[in-house]
T-cell receptor, first 113, second 108 residues
Protein backbone atom coordinates (compact mmCIF):
# COMPACT_ATOMS: atom_id res chain seq x y z
CA UNK A 1 0.00 0.00 0.00
CA UNK A 2 1.34 3.43 -0.98
CA UNK A 3 1.76 5.48 2.14
CA UNK A 4 3.64 8.02 4.19
CA UNK A 5 4.40 6.94 7.73
CA UNK A 6 5.40 9.08 10.69
CA UNK A 7 6.73 8.12 14.09
CA UNK A 8 5.92 8.72 16.81
CA UNK A 9 2.27 9.66 16.44
CA UNK A 10 2.20 11.33 19.85
CA UNK A 11 5.06 12.79 21.86
CA UNK A 12 5.25 14.74 25.08
CA UNK A 13 8.66 16.13 25.94
CA UNK A 14 10.36 18.84 27.95
CA UNK A 15 12.00 22.05 26.84
CA UNK A 16 15.50 21.55 25.49
CA UNK A 17 15.45 17.79 25.05
CA UNK A 18 16.45 16.96 21.48
CA UNK A 19 13.98 14.89 19.51
CA UNK A 20 13.52 13.45 16.04
CA UNK A 21 10.29 12.74 14.22
CA UNK A 22 10.75 10.23 11.44
CA UNK A 23 9.00 10.25 8.07
CA UNK A 24 9.16 7.55 5.45
CA UNK A 25 7.45 7.03 2.08
CA UNK A 26 7.30 3.92 -0.08
CA UNK A 27 6.35 5.54 -3.39
CA UNK A 28 9.85 6.44 -4.64
CA UNK A 29 8.88 10.12 -4.51
CA UNK A 30 11.54 12.75 -5.01
CA UNK A 31 9.78 15.58 -3.14
CA UNK A 32 9.19 15.48 0.61
CA UNK A 33 8.05 18.17 3.00
CA UNK A 34 7.23 18.96 6.62
CA UNK A 35 4.33 21.12 7.83
CA UNK A 36 3.03 22.25 11.16
CA UNK A 37 -0.63 22.88 11.84
CA UNK A 38 -1.81 25.30 14.50
CA UNK A 39 -5.37 26.43 15.30
CA UNK A 40 -6.38 29.43 13.22
CA UNK A 41 -3.18 29.34 11.15
CA UNK A 42 -3.77 26.41 8.83
CA UNK A 43 -0.73 24.44 7.70
CA UNK A 44 2.63 26.11 7.32
CA UNK A 45 5.59 24.60 5.54
CA UNK A 46 8.74 24.09 7.63
CA UNK A 47 11.21 22.50 5.21
CA UNK A 48 11.07 20.69 1.92
CA UNK A 49 13.39 18.51 -0.12
CA UNK A 50 13.48 18.15 -3.88
CA UNK A 51 15.70 15.06 -3.73
CA UNK A 52 18.46 13.37 -1.76
CA UNK A 53 20.86 15.89 -0.23
CA UNK A 54 18.69 18.81 -1.45
CA UNK A 55 16.73 20.61 1.27
CA UNK A 56 15.26 24.11 1.43
CA UNK A 57 13.57 26.29 4.02
CA UNK A 58 9.86 26.77 3.96
CA UNK A 59 7.85 29.48 5.66
CA UNK A 60 8.69 28.64 9.28
CA UNK A 61 12.08 26.87 9.50
CA UNK A 62 13.35 28.46 12.74
CA UNK A 63 14.11 25.88 15.42
CA UNK A 64 14.01 22.90 13.06
CA UNK A 65 16.52 20.86 11.09
CA UNK A 66 16.04 18.22 8.43
CA UNK A 67 18.19 15.81 6.49
CA UNK A 68 17.64 13.75 3.35
CA UNK A 69 20.26 11.05 3.14
CA UNK A 70 17.97 8.49 1.54
CA UNK A 71 15.15 9.04 -0.90
CA UNK A 72 12.50 7.39 1.28
CA UNK A 73 13.31 9.12 4.60
CA UNK A 74 13.02 12.74 5.70
CA UNK A 75 13.41 13.14 9.48
CA UNK A 76 12.51 16.36 11.30
CA UNK A 77 14.90 17.28 14.10
CA UNK A 78 14.21 19.64 16.98
CA UNK A 79 17.59 20.24 18.61
CA UNK A 80 16.23 22.25 21.55
CA UNK A 81 12.43 22.16 21.57
CA UNK A 82 10.50 25.03 23.09
CA UNK A 83 6.82 25.28 24.11
CA UNK A 84 6.01 27.33 20.98
CA UNK A 85 6.84 24.23 18.93
CA UNK A 86 3.88 22.43 20.43
CA UNK A 87 1.89 21.60 17.34
CA UNK A 88 0.55 18.95 14.98
CA UNK A 89 3.18 17.99 12.41
CA UNK A 90 2.58 16.46 9.00
CA UNK A 91 5.02 14.94 6.56
CA UNK A 92 4.13 14.76 2.86
CA UNK A 93 5.63 13.49 -0.36
CA UNK A 94 5.00 13.89 -4.06
CA UNK A 95 6.49 12.63 -7.28
CA UNK A 96 8.39 15.80 -8.16
CA UNK A 97 7.05 18.83 -6.28
CA UNK A 98 4.55 21.56 -7.04
CA UNK A 99 3.00 20.06 -10.15
CA UNK A 100 2.04 16.79 -8.49
CA UNK A 101 -0.32 15.48 -5.85
CA UNK A 102 1.04 15.39 -2.31
CA UNK A 103 0.44 12.42 -0.06
CA UNK A 104 0.28 13.25 3.63
CA UNK A 105 1.18 11.16 6.64
CA UNK A 106 -1.18 10.70 9.60
CA UNK A 107 0.43 13.43 11.70
CA UNK A 108 2.51 13.66 14.89
CA UNK A 109 1.10 15.54 17.84
CA UNK A 110 3.96 17.10 19.79
CA UNK A 111 3.65 18.74 23.19
CA UNK A 112 6.63 20.56 24.68
CA UNK A 113 6.31 21.45 28.35
CA UNK B 1 0.26 38.09 4.58
CA UNK B 2 -1.83 35.13 3.53
CA UNK B 3 -1.51 34.25 -0.14
CA UNK B 4 -5.05 32.81 -0.27
CA UNK B 5 -8.25 33.86 1.45
CA UNK B 6 -11.29 31.66 1.94
CA UNK B 7 -14.55 31.93 3.89
CA UNK B 8 -14.29 30.34 7.31
CA UNK B 9 -17.32 28.15 6.85
CA UNK B 10 -20.02 27.14 4.41
CA UNK B 11 -23.07 24.91 4.47
CA UNK B 12 -24.62 22.78 1.77
CA UNK B 13 -27.56 20.46 1.50
CA UNK B 14 -26.82 16.85 0.71
CA UNK B 15 -26.86 16.03 -3.02
CA UNK B 16 -26.68 19.71 -3.96
CA UNK B 17 -23.66 21.25 -5.74
CA UNK B 18 -21.17 23.19 -3.63
CA UNK B 19 -19.02 26.08 -4.80
CA UNK B 20 -16.09 26.87 -2.53
CA UNK B 21 -14.40 30.19 -3.41
CA UNK B 22 -10.78 31.24 -2.98
CA UNK B 23 -9.07 34.54 -3.64
CA UNK B 24 -5.38 34.67 -4.51
CA UNK B 25 -4.86 38.15 -5.90
CA UNK B 26 -1.03 38.06 -5.64
CA UNK B 27 -0.64 34.87 -7.66
CA UNK B 28 2.34 34.71 -10.04
CA UNK B 29 2.34 33.32 -13.52
CA UNK B 30 3.96 30.01 -12.59
CA UNK B 31 2.04 29.38 -9.35
CA UNK B 32 -0.19 26.32 -9.26
CA UNK B 33 -3.54 26.35 -7.47
CA UNK B 34 -4.23 23.29 -5.32
CA UNK B 35 -7.16 22.14 -3.23
CA UNK B 36 -6.89 19.65 -0.39
CA UNK B 37 -9.38 18.61 2.23
CA UNK B 38 -8.90 17.42 5.78
CA UNK B 39 -11.17 15.23 7.83
CA UNK B 40 -10.92 15.31 11.64
CA UNK B 41 -7.82 13.57 13.00
CA UNK B 42 -6.42 12.90 9.51
CA UNK B 43 -3.81 14.36 7.23
CA UNK B 44 -4.87 16.51 4.28
CA UNK B 45 -6.09 14.67 1.21
CA UNK B 46 -5.54 15.81 -2.37
CA UNK B 47 -8.63 16.99 -4.25
CA UNK B 48 -7.51 18.75 -7.42
CA UNK B 49 -5.01 21.24 -8.84
CA UNK B 50 -4.43 23.35 -11.91
CA UNK B 51 -2.41 26.14 -13.47
CA UNK B 52 -4.56 28.11 -15.91
CA UNK B 53 -7.30 25.97 -17.40
CA UNK B 54 -10.30 24.55 -15.63
CA UNK B 55 -9.75 21.00 -14.41
CA UNK B 56 -12.04 18.07 -13.74
CA UNK B 57 -11.46 14.79 -11.95
CA UNK B 58 -13.61 12.16 -10.30
CA UNK B 59 -13.80 14.12 -7.06
CA UNK B 60 -14.40 17.68 -8.16
CA UNK B 61 -13.94 20.47 -10.68
CA UNK B 62 -11.67 23.47 -10.43
CA UNK B 63 -12.72 26.69 -12.10
CA UNK B 64 -9.94 29.25 -12.46
CA UNK B 65 -10.74 32.86 -13.26
CA UNK B 66 -9.29 34.26 -16.44
CA UNK B 67 -6.99 36.64 -14.52
CA UNK B 68 -6.14 33.74 -12.13
CA UNK B 69 -6.80 35.92 -9.09
CA UNK B 70 -9.54 33.65 -7.85
CA UNK B 71 -10.68 30.07 -8.19
CA UNK B 72 -13.65 27.94 -7.21
CA UNK B 73 -13.73 24.32 -6.14
CA UNK B 74 -16.94 22.67 -7.28
CA UNK B 75 -18.30 19.52 -5.67
CA UNK B 76 -21.05 18.41 -7.99
CA UNK B 77 -23.21 16.53 -5.49
CA UNK B 78 -22.31 16.96 -1.84
CA UNK B 79 -22.47 13.87 0.34
CA UNK B 80 -22.11 13.57 4.09
CA UNK B 81 -18.60 12.22 3.51
CA UNK B 82 -17.64 15.55 1.93
CA UNK B 83 -17.93 17.34 5.26
CA UNK B 84 -14.36 18.52 5.90
CA UNK B 85 -12.08 21.54 5.96
CA UNK B 86 -11.12 22.51 2.40
CA UNK B 87 -7.82 24.26 1.85
CA UNK B 88 -6.93 26.42 -1.12
CA UNK B 89 -3.18 26.40 -1.65
CA UNK B 90 -0.70 28.16 -3.91
CA UNK B 91 2.55 26.48 -4.84
CA UNK B 92 5.41 28.74 -5.81
CA UNK B 93 8.87 27.43 -6.64
CA UNK B 94 7.93 24.15 -4.95
CA UNK B 95 6.86 25.82 -1.72
CA UNK B 96 3.25 25.37 -0.67
CA UNK B 97 1.20 28.12 0.95
CA UNK B 98 -2.00 26.97 2.66
CA UNK B 99 -4.96 29.19 3.36
CA UNK B 100 -6.83 28.88 6.66
CA UNK B 101 -9.48 26.71 5.05
CA UNK B 102 -13.26 26.57 4.71
CA UNK B 103 -15.14 24.23 7.01
CA UNK B 104 -17.89 22.63 4.94
CA UNK B 105 -20.99 21.33 6.70
CA UNK B 106 -23.27 19.05 4.70
CA UNK B 107 -26.88 19.02 5.87
CA UNK B 108 -28.81 15.76 5.38
Amino acid sequence: EAQVTQNPRYLITVTGKKLTVTCSQNMNHEYMSWYRQDPGLGLRQIYYSMNVEATDKGDVPEGYKVSRKEKRNFPLILESPSPNQTSLYFCASSFQGARYEQYFGPGTRLTVT
Amino acid sequence: DAKTTQPNSMESNEEEPVHLPCNHSTISGTDYIHWYRQLPSQGPEYVIHGLTSNVNNRMASLAIAEDRKSSTLILHRATLRDAAVYYCILSSSNQFYFGTGTSLTVIP
